[in-house]
């Protein structure tokens, strides 16, 4: 039987799923609670039948998006938060408790890497380790582990993981295994293809895209069998045990915690999700071209990006995603160019944080969002003083080039 592609899904899943009027966007659902006639439907739907109640647990707009998102991952289900951090926070308080071990690669978002403070605070364990390898994961597992964390491509760093062997891992052993896809996003891959149980996108990086909505997704792969999985609540332990961990996330991260993603980011971000396989593919492009060119630059000491032939795991990020390497390049500049000249001479590039919008940013790493975690750990994880991160956007490909050719040259002139 024929299967729609990627975007073919995306473009009709609204539709697919008979929306009002004959609209082919959901519409929106500002509405903060659901109504019924007959208060025998309102008890059923708060006792697990299907439905809405209130909006923080979610609405349709949320759902339509959702659906969405589990089509990209090939997911069970996915649940959608108010940003990503939202979505982190929500997997790791609700699926972990005091005592119990938690292995995470040593290269991980800034944000992220501050929550596993506040996590280790609460009496979470967490041992990191470099997940490119994964002897130091496996050796790294305790009696108490319960679950192992990874991002794909890391950032700036551009660290590829071993997620394949690290899926193995965690199946031999029964560990809930967590895949940060936001740098490569499912339409470069899919987490899981390597064994992940729950995947977590950052909705307001490429998915949504143009830099207008934040939200986040945790979607279940429906891999792992939450049946032996202790911490979960007797209160969830109802229907199929696949679904048990997703269900947790959901009351308590969701409805408890509240993150909940509104109607309209939910919207921009489900429209702008029906292009991400034609941006993706030019942010891939651009990227590969600029890496090219300024790892050739005098300019340039070195650049970090999974698609040069330099890059330590070059191979095994061309067979992991398709010979598709993102958007997101690591680049050290050469002694002599001073960082916030060099970012003060770009014209088209903006210097601003974020990542995967439709426009090319770039920041100076270590001075803004490596910041805090200070000196000591910028080390430990690979973080340069003249590190700039850039997020390549889909300009055209000979306006990047020639503005950083520009601003390099004119620094090197002095
Ligand atoms: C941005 C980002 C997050 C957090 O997402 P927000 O939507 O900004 O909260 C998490 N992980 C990675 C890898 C990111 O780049």
């Given at each position: ?24 966007h ?14 025998r ?11 809405f ?8 707009t ?9 089509q ?29 071990h ?36 496996r ?14 491509i890391?950032n ?8 394949a ?22 339409w ?21 895209g ?30 199929p ?18 993150g ?20 993706m ?29 330099s890059?330590?795991?070059h ?16 680049v ?6 001073d ?26 790493a ?16 690979g ?10 956007g889909?300009?055209d ?7 950083f050719d520009q ?8």
């Open positions: 039987m024929h299967e729609n592609g990627f975007t073919t899904t995306i473009l009709h899943s609204d539709r697919k799923q008979s929306v009002e009027h004959g609209a082919v959901k519409p929106m659902h500002p509405s903060s609670e659901f109504a019924y006639d007959d208060a439907e309102l008890a059923a739907v708060f006792q697990g039948k299907a439905g109640t209130y909006a923080r647990q979610g609405t349709p949320t759902t339509a998006l959702e659906a969405k998102v589990s990209m991952e090939a997911g069970k289900g996915t649940v959608s938060f108010a940003t990503g951090m939202a979505a982190l926070a929500a997997i790791f308080t609700t699926l972990l408790r005091r005592g119990d938690l292995v995470s690669s040593q290269f991980v978002f800034g944000n992220t890497n501050s929550l596993f403070g506040t996590l280790q605070e609460l009496g979470v364990e967490i041992t990191f380790v470099d997940a490119t390898d994964s002897s130091q994961v050796a790294a597992i305790r009696p108490n582990t319960r679950m192992v964390f990874t991002e794909t890391a700036p760093g551009t660290q590829v993981a071993d997620l062997v690290i899926g193995e891992i965690c199946r031999e052993k029964g560990l809930v295994y967590v895949v940060d896809n936001t740098l490569t996003s499912p470069m891959f899919r987490p899981a293809s390597v064994g992940a149980s729950l995947v977590m996108n950052s909705l307001s990086k490429y998915i949504g143009h830099g207008n909505a934040l939200g986040g997704a945790v979607t279940d792969t429906g891999l792992y069998d939450w049946s032996g999985y202790e911490n979960i609540y007797e209160a969830y332990r109802k229907g045990a696949t679904g048990w961990g997703l269900t947790q996330i959901k009351k308590k991260g969701l409805r408890d915690m509240g909940t993603l509104a109607a309209e980011p939910a919207h921009r971000i489900a429209v702008g999700a029906e292009t991400l396989a034609l941006r593919a030019k942010h891939c492009a651009n990227a590969l071209a600029l890496a090219r060119f300024l790892e050739e630059h005098p300019g340039v000491a070195k650049v970090h990006y999974p698609g040069l032939a890059h330590p795991q191979a095994r990020a061309a067979a992991l995603f398709g010979s598709r390497f993102g958007g997101l390049l690591g050290e500049l050469a002694d002599g160019v960082c916030f000249d060099f970012l003060n001479r770009l014209r088209v590039v903006l210097m601003a944080t974020h990542l995967g919008d439709t426009r090319s940013l770039a920041l100076p270590a001075h803004t969002i490596y910041y805090e975690m200070g000196a000591e750990r910028r080390k430990q994880m973080i340069a003083d003249s590190l700039i991160r850039v997020s390549v889909i300009e490909e000979a306006d990047l080039l020639f503005d601003a390099l040259t004119g620094c090197l002139k002095g």
